[in-house]
């Protein structure tokens, strides 16, 4: 349950991101505890809106955009930082 002081300081997508980011990570590191998941709440997305008569002006397709979308929205593979005798690996997700 949200404490009501927070309750409509963050939405959903807010809290999803800090219990990915925050809390995950400091519950992970807590001796004993194999691992965490994280559960509910919204994934933050990116919504593109463009309109095509301004596309045309500049010479560009709504081929392009999604194109140039795909092409820097790949999955990617990092290296890892060690902290407290964890391994965090880190990684890109890219979904078109």
């Known amino acids: 349950k949200v404490a009501p002081e927070y309750k409509d300081k963050y939405d959903i997508a807010d809290l999803r991101s800090m219990q990915d980011w ?3 990570r400091q519950m992970a590191m ?3 505890v194999v691992e965490v998941n994280a559960i509910g709440g919204k ?3 990116y919504e593109v809106a463009f309109d095509p008569n301004d596309l045309n002006a500049i010479g560009l397709t709504i081929t ?3 194109n ?4 820097n929205n790949q999955n990617t593979g990092g290296a890892y930082i060690e902290k407290n ?3 965090n690996f880190i990684r890109g997700e890219g979904l078109v």
């Open 43 to 45: 994934i933050k997305q």
């Open 85 to 87: 005798h964890q391994a």
């Open 68 to 71: 140039a979308l795909e092409a």
């Open 30 to 32: 807590v001796e004993g």
């Open 22 to 24: 925050i809390v995950q």
């Open 64 to 66: 392009d955009v999604f």
